[in-house]
């Protein structure tokens, strides 16, 4: 398989290796590819020193990861810089980028006016990678808008796109995102827990932004059936987890499950003081940046 094909599968972490290895000629087309998979595998700095100036894809990879690490100023250089070129292609990761952004941001209804932008010039393409991701922001945005079942549907047709190209990291992060969203609408939480625990032992090392999702739902069920000594020992187990990956708004959602957990156990002081820790972990100075819509 060429690169770009092994990229397209979701074989991240193996290019990453095999790039670490020295296994991978490097040219200008390679470096798209392990560029961005160094991004996805949360290697953002060694990512950076291998981006051409003609490289959209892996500039929008870079700049979901350093926005999910609070890097929020490098994010929006380079996402701006993706807005600037005139291709179809570069075009579609930065109107993508602008709607992560705006989706990290808690802008949901600019997040979907972007995300059906790319949709649009994904359908052009013909593009099912772009398809896969446009679809899924679309439909995460959906979501928190209160959409539910318009969310679902764009997130399955999401997962459906995924598998056409077998990507297995798409696969498992969508039918995570499924499950999640279905056991938020659903009372039957026993079977959603049931299918959270069998995806949360399909999601590999190198998924840990998936993996961390699923556990930070586990913890919530555990808090609606009253089960909090439990919930305290999933959210103890997924901290280092999430540290590791330098994601400040899961470490608040976490914090938010903690807090409870301890307010229903009768430690209110302590329940107060986890929320107020979180509280200063989310850099709202970051996200006061102007608007980055261009």
Do not use: C
């Not at 929006?76 to 992560?100: P, V």
């Not at 459906?160 to 077998?166: F, H, L, M, S, V």
């Amino acid at each position: 398989m060429t690169l770009r094909e092994r990229f397209l599968k979701g074989q991240y972490s193996e290019l990453a290796r095999a790039f670490d290895q020295g296994r991978l000629s490097l040219n200008p087309k390679s470096q798209n590819w392990i560029a961005a998979s160094l991004a996805l595998t949360g290697r953002v700095d060694d990512a950076l020193a291998l981006t051409t100036t003609e490289s959209s894809l892996p500039r929008f990879y870079i700049a979901v990861s350093m926005t999910r690490s609070s890097r929020f100023r490098e994010a929006r250089a380079l996402l701006i810089e993706n807005a600037l070129q005139t291709q179809d292609r570069s075009r579609f990761f930065a109107y993508q980028g602008f709607g992560f952004y705006a989706f990290f941001e808690g802008r949901f209804q600019k997040a979907l006016f972007w995300a059906n932008k790319a949709w649009l010039i994904a359908l052009k393409s013909k593009s099912l990678h772009e398809r896969v991701l446009s679809a899924d922001l679309r439909g995460h945005a959906l979501l928190q808008m209160g959409e539910i079942e318009k969310g679902l549907e764009s997130l399955e047709t999401a997962l459906d796109t995924a598998n056409r190209i077998d990507n297995k990291t798409h696969l498992t992060a969508l039918r995570a995102s499924i499950a999640i969203a279905s056991a938020t609408a659903d009372s039957n939480h026993l079977e959603q827990n049931e299918v959270l625990e069998r995806l949360l032992k399909e999601s590999t090392h190198y998924d840990s932004y998936t993996g961390a999702n699923i556990l930070i739902e586990l913890a919530r069920q555990h808090n609606l059936r009253g089960r909090y000594r439990e919930a305290l020992k999933i959210i103890g187990s997924t901290r280092p987890l999430i540290r590791a990956i330098r994601h400040r708004r899961q470490e608040a959602s976490l914090a938010v499950r903690e807090a409870y957990s301890h307010f229903r156990l009768g430690d209110t002081d302590r329940a107060i003081a986890i929320i107020e820790r979180a509280q200063k972990k989310l850099e709202p100075q970051g996200l006061n940046l102007p608007p980055i819509d261009p």
